[in-house]
């Protein structure tokens, strides 16, 4: 048996074995020739096979004796139906991925076309983050998924959390062949994930040069305008995406070492639209007679709880209102509609938020021999998003306004195959993902404001100087509230896998294993230098009522009066953690009749726990003695009989890492069973069946 590449012209060979069966394993999705041929049998030849993505296909061959010399060759061939396993999932081919119309040009969106995903609520079908995976899978957590490119992962535990995954590296659809999402019964290869691999194959180097150019533009004269710009009389604001770039591949020699190469621009203007309620002049010279809700002297209640009137009613005392309290409501930019009715948003602009970018990818194939074949790719990214300071607020907009950030990937993978014999396959692979993504802030500094020598402790909590949240209450415009600015970030996963695939009589049998480190690098302090919440209730008549009528959150700036149960000032660690997963698998896909095809799977795998390099983690004991003694007596109040009766110690510890314990205990006891089968009923339809699940002890 003879199978060659149509594109490269490079061939492998499998004989069959006693029960007629050959093998063909780690075949690249492509287009083949397939060559059938033995002593005194005719031969035959089909062309033109198009092998998927994660596909395994039976193509059976009968031979009659030879009469002469001659050669039976089929050039027309129906679709190759997967009949060799009983994984369920969609292959998306590059019909798809280049020319449907996708947002932003992600191919992430064509995930939908899977049956049994779905958006996340409130996200549409538009990549958002977590990015890549901010999808549901037949029911399953959003943001679990498991993508690989060529093989390879690119999908990483999110940066803050851990529980769910995002991807940093997304390729240019016009360089995805296809790709695959595999939703369900998918072999014992594949874990560590929520239930879904998404496969992706990049183009590669052929006998013959081929390559593309592409441009994708949009501009703001093709665009309607908001509706709120267009009744406030605002233009529409630039919009500019130009995204272009190029792509070659071809013989570096021909049928032997072959490369692909391919670069991308992006340039992207968004309106950033703010739409809120600021202070009017009135209001920041302490006048609230014509602002929506009365207020009331903090300053002055009477013992029954209620507030009395300032000497002229909803108008502060010019020596009730604080110094530090002006400068903050003066740093707000004046109502763009003087007009707007009290208590109405009437701070209307539109900014840029601008996003530059550049990515590449570097692909090399070699074939030492007809038995040795090696992938190697580099893929790299650099993005840079900035939206200028107006409020610092993240109530609006993706991320809010204020806010500058830089993306730095690195991807890598380098992929050996070497053919031990015509029925032995053994793949080692090795992929690294480094994702650098720090983001930073323009905002005032503290020395605006707070200039005074007892102000400088806001800024040593953190080591930050930045201005502190200002936090309103009601719609009315908060200042410098961002959550995730001033955050540090960097990310390495190496991953690294070995894999045997066996032909044994009417057997394929895979075995191996595969083990993951994660580095995660980590700093987001929050509100570094304090968050102070100013809310109308301060001002409101009536002391605890939360009267919605009464009060504003700008009256209380002024005073200087705050919110002590909203108002704090934490401080936050960086961390420097690392995590380990490993695992091993078995998978016996047994061809038990031409058309049943049996698969049987077992993968054991553990997780160890986060370490932290500097040991900056606690684990609790449930169990252990606290040494803190709390008699408990519960009596029933209406008989006197004791219902609870309990003396000693509280149960439950606090341990800090030593040398010999850095983690929590890692569990050893996770195996997970994979039974299915495919049945093929003829040479258009297959019906799979599958069972999997963990068992834990």
Known sequence: MTLTDEGTNIAANSVTNGSGIYLFTGVRPGTYTIRAEASGLASQERKALTLAVSQSATLNFSLSPQSAAEVITVTETAPLLDTGNASLGTDVTNEYVRDIPLSNRSMFGLVFLAGGVTETAGQGTQDSYPSGTNFVSNGQRNATAEIRLDGALTSAPEQGEGATTNVYYQPSVEIVQEFKVENNSFSSEYGNNGGTVVNIVLKQGTNKFHGSGWWFGQRSALDANEFFRNANGIPNPDHVRDQYGFSLGGPIKNSKTFFFVDFEQLRQNDPFNIDTLVPTALERAGDFRNSLNPIFNPFNVDPAGNRADFTIPNVIDPGLIDPIGQKIINLYPQPTDPNALPGQNNFHKSVLNKTTGRQFDIKIDHNFTDKNHLSARYSNLHGVNSVPF????????????????????????????????????????????????????????LSTVFDQPGDAVLGQANHLSRFPTIQMDSNNASLFDQCCTDTTFAHTLYSYSSAVSWAKGRQIWKFGGEQRLFFNNFFQPGNPTGIFQFTQGVTEQVVGTGDGDQGSSFAS?????????????????????????????????????????????????WSTPYTERNNL?????????????????????????????????????????TSGRRNIPVDRNNWAPRVGFAYSLGSKTVVPSHSSGPVSG
């Open 617 to 657: 983690v606690q684990f609790t004991n449930f169990t252990g003695d606290s040494g803190v003694a709390v008699p408990i007596n519960v009596v029933d109040p209406n008989t006197g009989t004791a219902l609870l009766s309990h003396s000693g110690n509280l149960p439950g510890t606090t341990i800090f890492p």
């Open 557 to 605: 700036l002024l005073l200087g009066y705050g919110d002590n149960d909203g108002s704090s000032l934490d401080t936050s660690g960086a961390l420097a953690n690392k995590s380990k997963e490993t695992a091993f698998y078995f998978q016996d896909d047994w061809k038990v009749t031409s058309k049943l095809t049996v698969n049987l799977g077992l993968r054991y795998e």
């Open 390 to 445: 107006v409020f610092g607020n993240g109530d609006w907009g993706p991320g809010g306004d204020g806010l500058d950030s830089t993306t730095d990937v690195h991807n890598a993978s380098l992929e050996d195959n070497f053919t031990v014999s015509p029925n032995i396959v053994w793949t080692n692979r090795f992929a690294i993902d480094r994702a650098v993504a720090p983001v930073t802030e323009n905002y005032p500094k």
